[in-house]
């Protein structure tokens, strides 16, 4: 079965820090990756995926992720935080292209 | 852009009574994913359908929850009767065809008292 760990259900960081944000999954075969970011009381917005054009990603708002075969790894980076980053952010797995796994996400604060 | 609508935003239910979710995917897509996201967690699953059939619907509570999807485009996810535990987001998503990423609605939140 596949599925999805997200270190660190909690991360802090400066504005204009870097934001890193850990995944791993658990797959024989490089599955379909994906990035969603969460705010209060709203649904899930991609932010990025992967489906095996190229191992570096680039998504919204300034986000990108590598997957690592070798690491099983896809995390999730941006240079510099800004205050509106600061929401929940979950990592999702696809092997099959119609099933989703979901990890249970990270939650980031961005201190001013 | 279009978007997945889904309705009510926030429902207040009473235990044992019924309880019903809207969904209406983007026009076009084919596949239809209900999901429930306890507080603190990912969002897990609940049903899955193709056009008008269910692919998946392995983790619902069949005993108390139904989902249906007559004419393939909208949704409706029932509970009858709704306990404490049912409290959550009900999340809808849609995906127009194999490897696309889903696109979520802004969910229903259910309390139950």
């Known amino acids: 079965a596949q599925s999805v760990t997200q270190l660190g259900s909690h991360v802090s960081v400066s504005e204009g820090a870097l934001v890193l944000l850990r995944c791993n999954y658990s797959?024989?075969?490089?599955?379909?990756l994906f990035w969603y970011v969460q705010y209060p009381n709203q649904g899930l917005q991609l932010l990025l995926k992967y489906t095996s054009a190229a191992t570096l990603v680039k998504g919204i708002n300034g986000f990108e992720a590598e997957f690592k075969k070798s690491e099983t790894s896809f995390h999730l980076t941006k240079p510099s935080a800004h205050m509106s980053d600061a929401a929940e952010y979950f990592c999702?797995?696809?092997?099959?292209?119609?099933?989703?796994?979901f990890g249970t996400g990270t939650s980031l604060t961005v201190i001013p | 852009e279009a978007e997945v609508a889904q309705s009510p935003r926030y429902k207040i239910t009473e235990k044992s009574q019924a309880v019903a979710f809207w969904c209406d995917p983007i026009?076009?897509?084919?596949?239809l994913y209900w999901y429930r996201q306890i507080l603190g967690q990912g969002p897990e699953l609940l049903v899955q359908f193709q056009d008008e059939s269910v692919v998946d619907d392995s983790q619902l509570p069949k005993d108390r929850f139904s989902a249906e999807r007559l004419k393939g485009v909208d949704s409706t996810l029932k509970i009858q009767p709704a306990e404490l535990g049912d409290s959550a987001m009900y999340l809808c998503a849609s995906s127009p065809n194999r490897g696309s990423p889903l696109h979520f609605g802004n969910g229903t939140r259910l309390t139950v008292t």
């Open positions: 797959s024989s075969v490089p599955p379909y």
């Open positions: 999702a797995v696809s092997l099959s292209g119609n099933q989703f796994y």
């Open positions: 026009s076009g897509h084919a596949t």
